[in-house]
């Protein structure tokens, strides 16, 4: 080649609509008498950058921008040592592309799919359930729909900034029904997956590092009293399939079942046991939560096997899909007159304050839902807490009733008075 390519970095300061300067590292190129500037689309502080060097001084406030130039320099020098290697004559504009087409353009569909293949290869060694798959597609779902409201569908996500991020939170905010939990599970999961991004060294910066996560919003805790029970189980419905809904609620209520584990029971891949030793509970279910992956074993109360019997096998049940199954339910809550309506989740809350208030300990209650730490069923059955520390505490004014004296004598009466009388120094 008769001239060789050269590279030199600097930066420009320019002024911004709103009157803000801003300091841009601009690529000027020069080869067989022609030159051209490129700008790198890196922004830095006036005050850090390196003339010497033509370098971005490396600080915990300019690191992932001094990352960004080195990255961008390697991909100039792979272009420039192409150029040599095969001999090219390459017009300065050609080259610019050239550079530029080096990586090519990664779309926020691109990532989705490596994030799911990611989280596939993670179920297959069983350190997640099929749950996490199930919330990548529903949470990137979501920024995919934000992103074609905005029209930036095909936008390469190393151009996604944090501006790009709290318009999604706006964008879930005003133009979705979510509750204010959801969309901060949604927001959390697209601050970990454009993470997971950083670390595959996609991106260089987290657009969701500093977004505002909505604060987490303490619902109130719906289960069925005492009463709703009761008159659930002595309900009698003229449709047969609100009879087998009530049934299947009524065995989730007596075994605390989540519907993704009741429908593993039916199909059997859950364990029924038989122990004939253990005098208190002929029968048991024994398996894995499929959100959680805790264990968990359940002895079949009373009430549950009576389902079992009636339907002739736990593999009888008659099972229906969630959604069916919650639109049932939302008419078997307005049949009853209920305050709240029905849902599966509300079977298996009802089966915990069941259990904590026929007295139960939170250690039992927390093996047989399958939560992974005691503090998790404390955490959500705080109340029954205070109801039992309200009926224990009436037991024990009960049985100090006796020591109370209820009765004053007159020489009782006689003393009090000598008492009123006397005179204290003030």
Not at 364 to 388: F, W
């Amino acid at each position: 080649m008769k001239n060789k390519l050269t590279v030199h970095y600097r930066i420009k300061t320019r002024q911004s609509k709103k009157g803000e300067n801003t300091t841009c590292i601009l690529c000027n190129l020069a080869y067989n008498g022609n030159k051209i500037s490129i700008s790198t689309g890196i922004k830095i502080p006036q005050n850090a950058w390196l003339s010497a060097c033509e370098s971005v001084i490396y600080n915990e406030n300019t690191k992932q921008q001094h990352q960004a130039l080195e990255k961008f320099k390697k991909r100039v020098d792979e272009c420039k040592l192409l150029m040599e290697e095969n001999g090219e004559e390459m017009a300065l504009p050609t080259l610019k592309n050239y550079i530029f087409k080096i990586e090519k353009k990664i779309t926020f569909g691109d990532l989705r799919e490596k994030v799911i293949a990611h989280y596939r290869t993670l179920l297959e060694q069983k350190t997640i359930n099929i749950a996490s798959i199930k919330q990548v597609k529903q949470y990137t779902a979501k920024f995919r729909d934000f992103l074609k409201s905005e029209s930036k569908t095909e936008k390469d996500i190393r151009h996604i900034n944090q501006k790009d991020a709290n318009l999604f939170c706006e964008y879930l905010e005003k133009y979705t029904t979510l509750s204010q939990n959801t969309r901060r599970k949604n927001i959390q999961g697209m601050k970990h997956y454009f993470k997971l991004a950083c670390k595959w060294e996609i991106i260089v910066k987290n657009p969701f590092e500093f977004c505002e996560i909505p604060k987490l919003k303490n619902s109130p805790l719906v289960f069925l009293t005492a009463q709703e029970l009761n008159i659930l189980q002595k309900a009698n419905f003229h449709s047969e399939s609100l009879n087998q809904v009530k049934d299947l609620f009524l065995f989730q209520c007596f075994t605390g079942l989540a519907y993704a584990d009741l429908a593993k029971v039916v199909k059997g891949e859950h364990e029924l046991l038989e122990q004939s030793e253990d005098a208190n509970f002929k029968f048991w279910i024994k398996g894995e939560r499929q959100k959680s992956g805790s264990s968990f074993i359940i002895p079949i109360l009373p009430e549950a096997l009576g389902v079992i019997q009636k339907y002739g096998g736990v593999t009888k049940l008659p099972l229906i899909t969630n959604q069916k199954y919650n639109k049932y339910l939302k008419e078997v809550s307005e049949l009853l007159n209920f305050k709240h309506n029905l849902t599966t989740h509300i079977g298996r809350k009802t089966f915990g304050f069941y259990a904590l208030n026929k007295g139960a300990s939170y250690e039992v209650v927390a093996k047989v839902l399958g939560h992974s730490t005691i503090s998790t069923t404390q955490k959500y059955y705080a109340k029954v807490l205070d109801n039992r520390v309200s009926e224990e505490m009436s037991a024990v004014r009960e049985k100090t009733k006796s020591t109370i004296i209820t009765h004053i004598t007159q020489e009782d009466k006689k003393l009090f008075s000598q008492f009123q009388n006397m005179n204290f120094p003030k």
